[in-house]
């Protein structure tokens, strides 16, 4: 997968990012002068598919409080989530999935999305009385039947696009 440098970003919080290790993307990278980066540069992000090559792509509208799954840039459903306590706690933005982690335990449901924003992902829900509320740490949440079926369907690598 490649990533497209933005301000402030550095190899160190890409590794965060994308849980992939700061060897790994070094060893991606030959030649890449690792101490600066510039806005606009492709760096290779190792482990992760190409976005571009799968069908699938999600758009969260954090003001709607709602997930909508696409599949070839056509619309195929729509969940219920729930979203930070405060419009800017969810980050808007476009990241990608990058891993997952079923029965992660506490307050994330049945199955936990990473988003490659560390700290950040769609997770299924112990409290479903919270879904279409402002409620979360920042996370989006879904109801743990919506958000099995959403794993079920996309990929590692789908992109996510969180918008206010």
């Known amino acids: 997968m490649i990533h497209i440098v933005k301000p402030g970003d550095t190899l160190y919080q890409l590794s965060l990012d994308y849980r992939v290790s700061l060897a790994r993307i070094y060893a991606a990278n030959p030649g890449v002068n690792h101490q600066q ?22 758009q969260i509208s954090v003001g709607k409080r709602r997930l909508s799954l696409f599949r070839n840039g056509k619309f195929e459903k729509i969940y219920p989530i729930a979203v930070g306590k405060m419009l800017t706690s969810t980050p808007n933005g476009d990241f990608v999935i990058v891993n997952r982690q079923m029965n992660p335990g506490g307050p ?17 829900t112990n409290d479903p009385s919270s879904i279409g509320k402002a409620v979360s740490h920042g996370c989006v949440r879904m109801q743990n039947r919506d958000v099995l079926h959403l794993a079920g369907i996309v990929p590692n690598g789908t992109r996510v696009s969180i918008r206010p």
């Open 37 to 58: 980066l510039y806005v606009g540069q492709r760096i290779q992000i190792p482990g992760l598919p190409d976005p571009t090559t799968i069908p699938y792509s999600i």
């Open 108 to 124: 994330f449901g049945v199955l936990w999305l990473s988003l490659s924003k560390q700290g950040y992902g769609i997770h299924g």
